[in-house]
């Protein structure tokens, strides 16, 4: 054996590395308590429950077995508690990673985020942030309705499909932002203040699908609040939770449960206003041919007057003016009927006429720049990007040269 070869250290294994660290760690971390707040908390089919234990700097992975939490009975670990926890630091040589073996919870109090939630909300509720004085009416009748959500999330597309069933005359004008994470709540501001600034909608649905407490928390953000407030559009918050309330509810002017629930506070069904139409039209026929019939039941009493018998020879004489009268009558009826069936028509052919898409439906497209509608070569901006919008998509284009 060389010199050089007692002083070469030697090479473990990740088997052999990784059970040192097991017998190091299992070995001084038992029947340990550990303070923080819990997130991703899951349970698994087979009844363990898993989460992760956290403070402001670090994270650490635990597991409740099923056994375990039988046994310690109490009300399920929820995102947003803050705990202590004991039990012992366990190393699972598969994943390479360490965990807490919990055998038992206390509750700390609220968590971090749950009562930085409490603060803000006692705070903007005495500055009037939530006053219904503050709130303002929805549109009857929308016929632009801005969405601020992901792109990528199914809160658009279920806003969208359920628009297109109640709603379909409304065009509507999706705002990408985050919705969870660091970037969420100044997206989200910069998606609210660029619509409130130029007015181009009638109404403003501002939110995203369910989620956990952090991944809410951009719509419990000050600054998300106070864009609300300041908006000069009517603002619908649709964060995606049934139960609990967001700070965004409250500062909103209406608040829906749902991202679906959202469109359907927004708009009117346009099924119910063909019904309207149609009850209308039949009220409106029976009208005018009631008050017919009583015409000519005052023009057969009086035939049969006194005053008429006395003058019979007269009334013998004019009959034909009396039989022409009536004909007079019944054609003015069917003239009136016939203008207000067309009236009537015409106001439904309006209606579904209305539609703005009907054009792409028919095979045409539309040209846009910077979210405007070219409608004349004049408008066309040659230096600039453009969109064309068909019934079946979109591509964007823009001029290499």
């Known amino acids: 054996m060389s010199q050089s070869d007692l002083f070469t250290p030697s090479v473990l294994s990740v088997s052999e590395l990784t059970e040192d660290i097991k017998t190091l760690l299992e070995g001084n971390f038992m029947d340990i308590k550990v303070e923080g707040e819990i997130s991703n908390a899951s349970t698994s089919a087979n009844g363990h429950t898993y989460f992760t234990l956290k403070d402001e700097d670090a994270q650490l992975s635990c597991v409740i077995w099923r056994g375990v939490a039988r046994r310690i009975g109490g009300e399920p670990v929820i995102d ?55 709130k303002k009416p929805l549109p009857k009748f929308p016929q632009r309705i801005g969405v601020i959500t992901s792109e990528t999330g199914a809160a658009f597309h279920d806003i969208r499909d359920t628009l297109e069933r109640r709603w379909p005359v409304a065009r509507v004008l999706l705002h990408h932002a985050s919705v969870q994470g660091v970037n969420a709540a100044p997206e989200l501001v910069k998606a609210i203040n660029w619509f409130s600034s130029r007015q181009n909608v009638d109404l403003l649905i501002v939110g995203r699908g369910g989620g956990s407490l952090e991944d809410l928390w951009p719509f419990n953000e000050e600054a998300v609040a106070r ?12 964060v995606g939770h049934e139960v609990d309330f967001s700070i965004s509810d409250f500062v909103a002017d209406a608040r829906a449960a749902t991202p679906t629930q959202a469109a359907i506070v927004a708009t009117p069904d346009i099924n119910e206003y063909r019904m309207l139409v149609d009850d209308l039209s039949t009220t409106l026929r029976e009208s005018v041919t009631g008050r017919i019939e009583d015409q000519k039941e005052r023009v057969r009493q ?81 230096d600039r990007a453009a969109r064309l919008e068909w019934k079946d998509g979109e591509v964007t284009v823009r001029d290499e040269s």
């Open 80 to 134: 947003g508690q803050q705990i202590i926890a004991g039990g012992d630091i366990q190393v699972y040589p598969p994943h390479g990673k360490y965990q807490l073996i919990v055998r038992s919870v206390k509750q700390a109090g609220l968590g971090a985020l749950q009562e930085a939630f409490e603060k803000l909300k006692a705070r903007l509720k005495e500055e009037g942030l939530f006053d219904e004085k503050h």
């Open 227 to 238: 864009a609300l407030f300041n908006c000069t559009i009517p603002t619908v918050s649709a």
């Open 302 to 382: 009086l035939v049969k007057s006194h005053a008429l018998l006395a003058i019979k020879q007269k009334v013998v004489t004019n009959r034909e003016h009396i039989h022409s009268l009536l004909a007079r009558l019944s054609h003015r009826r069917e003239m009136l009927f016939m203008k207000k069936k067309e009236q009537l028509t015409d106001l439904v052919h309006r209606m579904e006429n209305k539609n703005p898409n009907l054009p792409l439906e028919q095979g045409y497209a539309r040209i846009w720049q910077e979210d405007r509608w070219i409608k004349q070569a004049a408008e066309f901006e040659s």
